[in-house]
């Protein structure tokens, strides 16, 4: 043997007789594996209390159950976990080393940067997705702020500015602390060890070569896919990777899931525009697109008169099940209650995305897609002689709802949040904040009916924002309880405070309706009055985990009252809120109002039509077919199970459900590209 070969034996043997030393040694080494042990503990435990990824929550689809599952999902996880941290620890030593940087602190340092900066994201994270689903993106965000981000990044400042001061301070406290162990003893004597750490060139290369094989791997296991997607370091890789493969520029690449088919062909990708009848399917669904064939439209065959006069009401985040709610053995509408137990309550209504602007544009545009064939409600009570007023406690520019369905043609009265600025219920001047009282929008109305010549016909549209989150304002009546949750309370275990709190808002608004029918009758023309209140969406109250609207298609957050005066409505179908502009109209002018298709769907959306998340189709029986534009999964609400597409388009029993439901946001895709390519 050489003497180098002894050194080394001689430096082996000393090490072994003194740990420290052996850890000193591989010390970066040790440092990395600290810190990914402690943000792999936090994290998993997050996992766990947000899906049961440990134990299988309601209608999930996968879950790592046994010993043998839980060890392989593990070690997965801390190869992803191991790589993307240890690429991050390279690029700090190498800096250190450049600026002669030694000793404890750096590694110490790396450790608490890292653990604490990972783990106020993923606190932040999950404190999100504790309000919303696990859907919530950009896309939807922006949705929720009328088409534009900044608006809904301005109207959740106060969340955002306690977390950025929350992580002030953190990092504070990082600082002073690690500048007070810097001249400890314990620190001084570690830092002087002057054995050489060892190099990890082979370690470095070896993790290069495997990891893209292990996501690509992990991309096509659905099984692994499930739980590691929901894991940052995961997430990153394979984004990362995603890109760097996405050599057609379509955004598409070959290590996420759903993945690029043609990554040659920047025109075929997931969810790509299909383009009818060209022989290629650039979707990737149903092979290529087929030409929407031009449905009838009834509206276009109602006689162009004048009838009663319309009252229409647009309640704020208004649930389905307010009509036989009760706090405290009062119920909360009392006033819909009446007009529905004389007139009609449908019991399948829905929002078609569970978003205000969007749902305010469907019920006056009749449509999802804005479509200049077709005969919008104000242009065509316009046309026949209604005058038009519009009366609203929000601020109907926001999402350029006025400008789109009419409210701002020319003799129309015009009222809403933003002309009564100095009356608004909050400080905030921003669209997504204004808000009236129900009393100021009550007392406009009263003021407005004064004016109105009911010689001729009117139509008035009313909005009333009781029931907009927080759920009160400084301004609500107290109407069926005395203690009104403050925002900063708002959550999960306060959730019952929270309902009580919602409920209560939804008293106010039925209050608003009640002195609505009050001054009609007043005026001795509430018989001559067509009335049709309904909500634009849902809301979540943490009942089904989550709170709020937009993220999620279910009941709770796009089920809506649709109520009337008339009796002579009959609905046995879905309703969507692009029918209700017919069912008005046709009540107003006395003509059947029979909806009794059964075999009829509501088309619903989570995101934009172009980058959506989840569609879906309702019934009747509000039974769903709900697609996962994420993992392309179908899911079966009766049969309660999730089914691959490539499974579920082979499904005999149901593969028409799920053919149907894509055909029509192919369809309404390609409208709307046809509507706005000449924009």
């Known amino acids: ?20 030393d052996l850890i000193w040694r591989y010390r970066r080494l040790a440092t990395v594996i600290l810190a990914v042990v402690i ?63 030694y000793g404890l602190t750096i590694y110490y340092n790396f450790t608490a ?43 959740a400042s106060k969340e955002i500015s306690l977390f950025i001061a929350i992580t002030i301070v953190c990092v504070m ?16 004597r570690l830092s002087e060890i002057d054995i050489k750490h060892s190099a990890y060139s082979k370690v470095f290369i070896f993790f290069i070569f495997t990891t893209p094989v292990i996501t690509y791997f992990v991309s096509n296991d659905d099984f692994l896919r499930y739980g590691l997607e929901k894991k940052l370091s995961y997430k990153l890789i394979s984004n990362g990777l995603d890109k760097l493969s996405d050599v057609d520029f379509d955004g598409y690449g070959s290590f996420s899931y759903p993945k690029d088919k043609a990554v040659w062909n920047a025109a075929i990708y997931p969810g790509a525009l299909d383009i009818p009848n060209n022989g290629v399917d650039e979707d990737g669904f149903l092979g290529d697109a087929i030409e929407p064939k031009l449905q009838p439209d009834r509206f276009s065959e109602i006689p162009r008169k004048s009838g009663k006069h319309i009252i229409l009401i647009v309640l704020e985040s208004a649930r389905a099940d307010l009509l036989n709610q009760k706090i405290s053995g009062q119920y909360v509408a009392p006033a819909m209650r009446n007009l529905a137990i004389n007139g009609i309550s449908v019991n399948h209504a829905y929002s078609h995305t569970g978003y205000t602007t969007t ?36 601020d109907e520019s926001f999402g350029d709802v006025a400008t789109e369905v009419g409210m701002k043609n020319n003799n129309v ?39 109105l010549d009911f010689s001729l016909p009117q139509f008035v549209y009313l909005n009333f924002q009781a029931a907009h989150f927080p759920y009160t304002h400084p301004k609500m009546a107290k109407n069926l309880v005395n203690d009104l949750i403050p925002r900063s309370e708002i959550n999960m275990d306060n959730r019952d405070w929270v309902a009580r709190t919602y409920w209560n808002a939804v008293a106010s608004a039925d209050w608003a309706v009640g002195q609505v029918v ?24 943490f009942d089904d985990g989550f709170l709020g ?72 029986d509000g039974v769903r077919t709900l697609f996962d534009f994420r993992s392309e999964s179908v899911f079966f609400s009766d049969l309660n199970r999730w089914q691959p597409y490539s499974e579920a388009i082979t499904y005999a029993a149901h593969k028409d459900r799920v053919i149907n439901l894509l055909r029509e946001w192919e369809a309404l895709r390609w409208q709307e590209y046809q509507n706005t390519k000449g924009r």
Not at 40 to 65: H, V
Not at 136 to 148: A, D, R, V
Not at 173 to 188: G, S
Not at 417 to 436: H, N, Y
Request: some cysteine; glycine content about 6%; hydrophobic content about 45%.
């Open 413 to 451: 009265y015009y009222f809403d949040a933003r002309t009564a600025i100095e009356d608004r219920v909050f400080p905030s001047k921003e669209q997504g904040s204004l808000r009236l009282s129900e009393e100021r929008v009550v007392a406009q109305f009263q003021t407005r009916l004064g004016q």
């Open 359 to 394: 749902s305010i544009k469907a019920i006056f545009n009749r449509g999802l897609v804005s479509d200049p064939n077709k005969t919008y409600l104000i242009n065509f009570l316009q046309s026949v002689g209604y005058q038009a007023s519009i009366v609203s406690g929000q």
């Open 173 to 188: 406290a990082i600082i002073v602390f690690i500048k007070n162990i810097k001249n400890h003893k314990v620190i001084i």
């Open 113 to 155: 940067v890292i653990v604490l900066l990972v783990g106020m994201f993923l606190a932040l994270k999950f404190k999100v997705l504790s309000y919303f689903s696990d859907t919530i993106n950009l896309q939807i965000i922006k949705n929720l702020g009328g088409g534009s981000l900044m608006e809904a990044l301005v109207y």
């Open 518 to 541: 009050e001054a009609l009758k007043a005026k001795n023309i509430f018989d001559q009055t067509t009335i049709v209140i309904l909500g634009d969406h849902g809301e979540s109250l």
């Open 39 to 101: 943000i792999q503990i936090f994290e998993l435990t997050l996992l766990n209390y947000k899906y049961d990824i440990f134990s299988g929550g309601f209608l999930q689809p996968y879950a790592y159950k046994t010993f043998v599952d839980r060890v392989y999902f593990i070690a997965v996880s801390l190869c992803f976990d191991l790589s993307l941290f240890g690429i991050i620890a390279s690029f700090w030593f190498f800096i250190a080393d450049r600026l002669n940087k």
């Open 549 to 620: 609207h937009g993220h999620a298609i279910n009941d709770t957050q796009t089920q809506i009252p649709l109520i009337s005066n008339d009796p002579d409505i009959v609905v046995e179908e879905p309703m969507g809120q692009v029918d209700v502009a017919e069912l008005v109209v046709r009540s107003a002018l006395g003509l059947p109002n029979q909806w009794k298709n059964k075999d009829k769907v509501v088309f619903q959306l989570v995101g934009s039509l172009s980058h959506p998340t989840l569609i879906a189709h309702v019934k009747q």
């Open 1 to 20: 043997m050489g003497e180098r070969g002894k050194v080394i034996d001689v430096t082996k043997w000393k090490l072994l007789r003194h740990p420290a």
